[in-house]
């Protein structure tokens, strides 16, 4: 079936199979991925903070999640619509009706996958166990799937 953008929606279940467990394995890989980008993130920030007086200084409680609020933003809303873990997992994200996800909506999946996990985290993994598309909560929020992209 095609929706309004000419892109297929996802009627086939091998589009979802083991996207859950590869979706943890490319959640790690890109956290790491984040965590190695911020030490050149530091260091501008360090010579920020000369610059400035100091006041650039005051980035240094929020560097983590800027770095990883534009990986996941500038990647999920690309071209392959994925980061480069779930890249390496065969792994996409789309929103459910087939559609792109612009910057924005990524940046905001991202900040509500923190806000849920600090609140209720074994619930966001429940409810992936569940449903039949292995969707998590943040992704009922937002309209969002995640598909292996062989099957797209």
Not at 34 to 42: E, H, K, M, S
Not at 118 to 131: E, K, Q
Request: contains cysteine.
């Amino acid at each position: 079936m095609d929706n309004m953008n000419g892109t297929a929606v996802m009627e086939d279940s091998r589009a979802y199979d083991g996207v859950l467990f590869r979706r943890g394995i490319a959640f790690i890989a890109d956290y790491i991925a984040v965590a190695l980008l911020c030490i050149p993130a530091v260091v501008v920030v360090f010579f920020l903070g000369i610059i400035t007086l100091g006041i650039g200084w005051f980035l240094y409680p929020i560097l983590f999640f800027v770095v990883a609020g534009l990986y996941f933003g500038l990647s999920v809303s690309g071209p392959f619509q994925a980061t480069p873990g779930m890249r390496a997992m065969g792994l996409k994200m789309q929103r459910t009706d087939g559609g792109h996800i612009d910057f924005l909506t990524a940046v905001v999946h991202l900040v509500l996958f923190w806000i849920l996990n600090a609140i209720v985290t074994p619930l966001i993994l429940l409810v992936g166990l569940f449903t039949n598309k292995s969707r998590l909560l943040h992704d009922f929020a937002l309209g969002t799937e995640v598909v292996n992209v062989r099957y797209y």
